[in-house]
């Protein structure tokens, strides 16, 4: 009977401390040095910021977006222009294409620390295993109008 009721305080304890990591790292915004704020804007125009950890891949920048509270991710399909902004330096400018290929994600992945297996796995654990959706971020020219013009 024991055994039981710590099966099921686990079972429960879980999701919360699922959602109290997410409400963390919501509020808290944690910035470090692969950390930049990426800016988004909504269908009517309005900026929003969050501080993503931005993946580098030789020249490639991608963003690995891996957790189940991600309405910046929502808001590429409206408007795929986001300008990212490191450190408080002048902003750059991409179009960010959200990919959905399997070797996109192992990309993304890998650049996570996917092979140093305990921290990877202590982060995907403390997320709730949420899917790793990987944008890549493509250079954009400020002097030609954006495909969303």
């Known amino acids: 009977m024991r055994r039981v009721a710590w099966v099921t305080a686990a079972l ?9 990591v997410a409400a963390g ?19 009517d125009g309005t900026a929003h910021d969050n501080v993503v950890r931005v993946l580098r ?17 929502a808001r590429l399909d409206t408007n795929a222009d986001v300008a990212l902004i490191p450190d408080d330096l002048p902003a750059s400018y991409f179009t960010a294409v959200p990919l959905a290929t399997a070797e996109s994600r192992a990309t ?21 295993f949420a899917p790793v959706l990987p944008v890549r971020l493509d250079a954009r020219r400020l002097d030609v109008p954006s495909p969303a013009s």
């Open 57 to 73: 891949d030789g020249q490639q920048l991608w963003i690995g977006s891996a957790m189940w509270s991600r309405r910046w991710h």
């Open 108 to 128: 993304v992945q890998r650049l996570m620390g996917r092979d140093e297996r305990a921290l990877y796995t202590l982060g995907r654990l403390l997320r709730g």
């Open 12 to 20: 429960l304890a879980y999701p919360l401390l699922v959602l109290v």
């Open 25 to 43: 790292v919501a509020a808290y915004q944690p910035e470090g040095p692969e950390t930049a704020v990426l800016r988004t804007f909504d269908a």
